[in-house]
């Protein structure tokens, strides 16, 4: 297992303390202080990698060993400034419908790894929809996405006092062009530390 630890935004390398264990139960770690990484993996346990760094949000990922080609897992960590939100990029929903895509299980569970690693974290899950339609509709439907996000966290032994939803529906758009790829950019969860 290898990657690096590199700016979400510049992709340079960020000096972090990065952590390893076997997830969930932890009888396998080490630690460094680097922006590169490598270890190895012993058995099919699955692995989560921490990196933390100062003027950055901690980001945990969570490695499979079954994801391993040629003997190898390449994974960089994607550090973002402290202040900064971080879009949940896989998750996907049912159009117009606060249903989960089980492809999105992943993403959501590295997310778990990541509050149970760092237990002071607490969260708040930011929904946005495009701006098509009914804008009270729209609302509604980014409040329940982000509360089914919110559920499936909870579900992995996550305290609910721990994380807070917040919509906003398309009143905040990444993009107002009128195009499908512009409204799917638009269509996201992001997550805000609120304390670290």
């Given at each position: ?11 340079k ?39 933390e ?15 391993a080609?040629?003997?190898k ?6 550090m973002?400034?402290t ?14 419908k ?28 930011e929904?946005?929809?495009?701006s ?10 980014s409040?329940d ?14 305290d ?10 398309g ?6 062009e009128?195009?499908e790829?512009a ?7 992001e ?6």
């Amino acid at each position: 297992m290898q990657g690096k630890a590199v700016d979400a935004l510049t992709g340079k390398g960020v000096k972090s303390k990065i952590s390893y264990k076997s997830y969930p139960t932890g009888s396998i770690s080490g630690s460094k202080n680097d922006s590169a990484y490598s270890f190895s993996i012993f058995g099919s346990s699955k692995y989560s990698v921490t990196a933390e760094a100062t003027g950055y949000l901690p980001r945990t990922i969570l490695v499979d060993p079954k994801e391993a080609s040629d003997l190898k897992i390449l994974r960089d960590l994607l550090m973002v400034p402290t202040g900064q939100t971080i879009r949940l990029n896989h998750l996907i929903f049912t159009q117009g419908k606060a249903i989960i895509n089980p492809q999105s299980f992943a993403e959501l569970d590295e997310v778990v790894a990541m509050m149970k690693v760092n237990e002071k974290i607490e969260i708040q899950l930011e929904g946005h929809t495009d701006s098509q339609g009914n804008a009270s509709a729209n609302m509604e439907l980014s409040q329940d996405r982000v509360d089914a996000v919110k559920k499936y966290i909870v579900s992995k032994g996550i305290d609910k006092n721990r994380i807070k939803t917040k919509a906003f529906g398309g009143t905040q758009p990444l993009s107002n062009e009128k195009t499908e790829d512009a409204r799917s950019l638009n269509r996201r969860v992001e997550m805000r530390i609120l304390k670290n």
